[in-house]
């Protein structure tokens, strides 16, 4: 199968902290375009791998930038050996084969780069080949999932409305303390009360958000702590170089978070 190695060949771990799983479900069973939206590193794309092992969907995810093309995500002519062949880009190969094609970070793309996936994401689900003058109808089980922080949103970094307005969406947010440590504690190979006190440095360093911090500690950033502590770093110095160092360089943030750190430990 052209899709093989995009499957997933063993669970994602994902812990759900609501109706997400279900609310995903239901708009597969439709095919429905879906956005999912929420902060740096709270689990987006872990989710939307946990979901197509779910359902058994070959996942194709391409991590969106400013330098990507159109051409990037369709497909190219290539200069061989045997001459001048097509190739097909991952939107395409996820459109003929029918996988869950996944574009983390949407919104550093182009814009005139995410046009291309409009006719996918109506009533026609098609992607038109301009190159080859071909329009790829969609598998039935091919879905298109994007996902983005809003917190990144400006006047030049945005999604358009007409492009928003297309899909249905899923709200993220970092989870609940208590869902939080067990999945620090998971991941990182950490007892629980070692965890419940990583979360805690994250939640006070969210309390700083707008107050010099644009973000607080990602979920991400606390496994990234977790795990320095399973090898054997200790508590503070683990969390100075996962959480304190990556977030800021002001040394005013720097002296406060570290003084959280020094409260929770």
Known sequence: ??????????????????????LFEAAHADRMPVMLKGPTGCGKTRFIEHMAWRLGRPLVTVACNEDLTASDLVGRYLLEAEGTVWQDGPLTLAVRHGAICYLDEIVEARADTTVVIHPLTDERRALPLDKRNELVAAHPDFQLVVAYNPGYQSVVKDLKESTKQRFAALEFGYPATGIEADIVAHEAGIGPELARQVVAVGERSRNLRGRGLEEGASTRMLIHAGRLIARGVAPEAACRMAIVLPLTDDPDLRDALAAAVGACF
């Open 1 to 22: 199968m052209a899709l093989q190695t995009y499957r997933l060949d063993r669970e994602p771990y994902y812990c759900p902290t609501g109706d997400e799983i279900a």
